[in-house]
């Protein structure tokens, strides 16, 4: 199975350190995120930059990997230095994501530290999970926050999980999100970006839906529709465990990411 070049390898002995980042994918510079030897959201999880865990290969793409470290399974996550706004997320995947285990969650998404109250975080979520169950066939899901899947009545609206032939997530794949004050719209294409074929899974979220607010860690944010970016929004990427626990199959994980990309609206 060919992936446009990019392919599973081993890991170089260490990460290219950029001025403003860690690493440079895809014409950015990004940090990856590290616990310290605390557990992290999303999670709880540890995260390393260790190059075992991100790592840039000889095409320049971009891999994730959850993997064992003595006691501990250790998560990755990358974020890009540069802020972005209104506009259009691109992401190129290289690798399969129609076998993750259960308890993995592997993340393409927008998000700010600072903007919880007014903007839910300035949220807008691709993921790719089984969410725990061994037997889910429905792997993509479309998101934007707030959503409170712990809510008896949780607001179905905001999330979409399309039906979407394994087929179409074993090879080359590409994920966009367009993002604008009054809409959001994914769609998910064949192939590599810009020369994708025809979607085959798509979802869009306007303002004519109610407001919902964002509960967490004892938190409440503001009413919200479509959440705002603001000056602090970046774009980030990662692979993560659902509550902390090992997968089921104890093996690690890995996907790699070709390009990301943003247009502004």
């Not at 310290?36 to 000889?58: A, R, T």
């Not at 064992?68 to 290289?94: H, M, P, Q």
């Not at 889910?136 to 179905?156: A, I, R």
């Amino acid at each position: 199975m060919a992936f446009s070049s990019c392919e599973q390898s081993d890991p170089p002995s260490s990460n290219a350190n950029e001025e403003s980042g860690d690493i440079s994918f895809s014409g950015y510079n990004w940090k990856i995120k590290e616990s310290n030897g605390g557990l992290m959201g999303p999670g709880l999880n540890y995260f390393s930059k260790n190059s075992g865990n991100v790592w840039l290969d000889q095409n320049g793409c971009l891999h994730l990997k959850i993997r064992k470290d003595g006691n501990r399974w250790l998560c990755s996550e990358v974020i890009s230095t540069k802020e972005f706004g209104y506009g259009t997320y691109v992401f190129t995947l290289a690798s399969d994501v129609s076998t993750l285990n259960e308890k993995v969650v592997f993340g393409l998404f927008s998000w700010s530290d600072y903007t919880f109250t007014e903007a839910a975080n300035s949220e807008v979520d691709i993921e790719f999970s089984k969410w725990n169950n061994p037997y889910d066939t429905f792997l993509l899901t479309y998101s934007v926050q707030p959503v409170w899947f712990d809510n008896p009545s949780p607001y179905v609206e905001r999330t979409r999980r399309p039906s979407v032939p394994r087929r179409y997530l074993r090879t080359t794949s590409t994920h966009i999100f367009n993002w604008t004050p009054d809409t959001i719209k994914w769609n998910s294409y064949d192939g590599d970006y810009p020369t994708v074929g025809s979607s085959w899974a798509s979802w869009s979220f306007d303002k004519s839906n109610p407001a919902r607010q964002k509960l967490e860690g004892g938190r409440t944010s503001q009413p919200v529709v479509i959440p705002s970016p603001y000056t602090t929004t970046n774009a980030r990427m990662n692979l993560w465990l659902l509550g902390g626990l090992p997968p089921s199959d104890s093996a690690e994980a890995e996907v790699i990411v070709k390009r990301f990309e943003f247009i502004p609206r």
